[in-house]
C-alpha cells in the first residue's frame, strides 16, 4: 500500500496519485481547483465532537488517536469506500490543519499501513 499524507495546501503534484481529502469540512481559503481533490471522503473523518474536543492539543494527542481509531472501526462503510481507492495505487491523503504531526491524517494512515481496513472491514484479505 503506497499512502502518502499532505496538507492541502501544498501543490498537487504527478505522483500523488489519487488526492483524498479525509477532513471533515472544506479547508479555508483554497478554491477546490486549487485543491486538485479527487474525493473528498467526510465519512473518514474524525466527528464533529472530537474533532472540536481535540483541537490538536498534543497533550491530548494519545487520546485523540484511541478515540478516532474507534470511529473508524465502527465505519466499515466508510472504509470499505477508502479501500476501493487504496487498490488503484498511490493515495495521498490530504488535510488542512496547521499541526503537520497531530492531526487526523497521520492516524489514518497509520491505521491503514497496520491492517486496520482488513480487521474492521475484511476487505482485501
Sequence with gaps: ??????????????????????????????S??????????KSVAPSD?????FRHQPEKWERF??????????NPEALKELDGYL???????LYAA???RYNNAVVLKQFLETG????TAGIRK
Excluded: C, F, H
Design 87 to 93: 487498490g488503484r495505487g498511490r493515495v495521498t491523503l
Design 32 to 41: 477546490r481547483q486549487q485543491a486538485a481533490v479527487d474525493v473528498w471522503l
Design 1 to 30: 500500500m503506497r499512502i502518502r499524507i499532505k496538507r492541502i495546501y501544498e501543490s498537487p503534484e504527478s505522483g500523488d496519485g489519487q488526492r483524498i481529502l479525509v477532513d471533515r469540512l472544506w479547508p479555508r481559503g483554497i
Design 65 to 74: 488517536q484511541a478515540r478516532y481509531i474507534e470511529e473508524l472501526q465502527s
Design 98 to 100: 496547521r499541526e503537520t
Design 49 to 53: 465532537e472530537l474533532r472540536r474536543w
Design 116 to 119: 486496520g481496513v482488513n480487521q
